[in-house]
């Protein structure tokens, strides 16, 4: 801050000062991030209940990627020796992928889907965000969650309440009386070529069990999935809700 009091002010210092300053900021927040992840971390080990064929193989330490840069964790080992797999509790609780921060990770995915490749997102990762990382890095990860995230995608179908044969989908239109400063400029159907009324639309999606005595359609008793319903045509529906 001194050698930028000391000089003219122009664009190269202002973001060299930016730039120094948020690499300054980073490392007390990295130091709290990790001192509360290793709390936390603490915890769910202490709460963690031993199964059937588990057996404690003592803690180990992991070098855990943040936002804010890099902190050691220290947390439990259990192994199976029946299954011949072992896992860490903490990791879990905390939301880990691999050896990164939820919040790392997501902002890793993000460029990664979003470049068109992988040492561009390192290059973007670095410049706004300052996170080193390596393209080798980001592409592992994106390939890790993005198995998870297609299979999640791909899981059948579940049931939420019975099936329901008929959908009505419905959709109108009429004139709203306004004030005239709120129609000014709208073309109506006047002598003068002004309008007295502004052209609201409405839309109405509901599901059908049954008639009624007169062979109406009675709505569905579940009014939540009429507004579940109700949401897959939004995007339909909506740019003509405002009229």
Known sequence: MARFRENHPNGLKVQELETMLRSAISKPANVIVGFLLQEAADQADGAYQLKMGEEFKGRQTLMVDGIFGSFPIERDYYYHAGKKEGHYPADAALGLEGACTPALA???????????????????????????????????????????????????????????????????????????????????????????????????????????????????????????LAGIFRQCLQPYATG
């Open 106 to 228: 997501r902002l890793m995915c993000l460029e990664g889907a979003d470049e068109s490749s992988y040492q561009k997102a390192q290059r973007h990762l670095r410049e706004i965000g300052g996170i080193e990382t390596s393209a080798r890095q980001i592409q592992r990860l994106v390939q890790k969650v993005g198995a998870a995230a297609q299979c999640w995608q791909e899981r059948p179908a579940q049931s939420t309440g019975p099936q329901v044969p008929i959908m009505y989908v419905s959709g109108d239109a009429t004139g709203l009386p306004m004030r005239k400063e709120e129609l000014e400029g709208v073309v109506g159907k006047q002598e003068d070529g002004s309008a007295k009324t502004s052209m609201i639309y409405g839309g109405c999606v509901f599901t059908q069990t049954k008639t009624d005595q007169e062979n109406f359609p009675v709505t569905h008793p579940m009014g939540k999935n009429d507004i579940v």
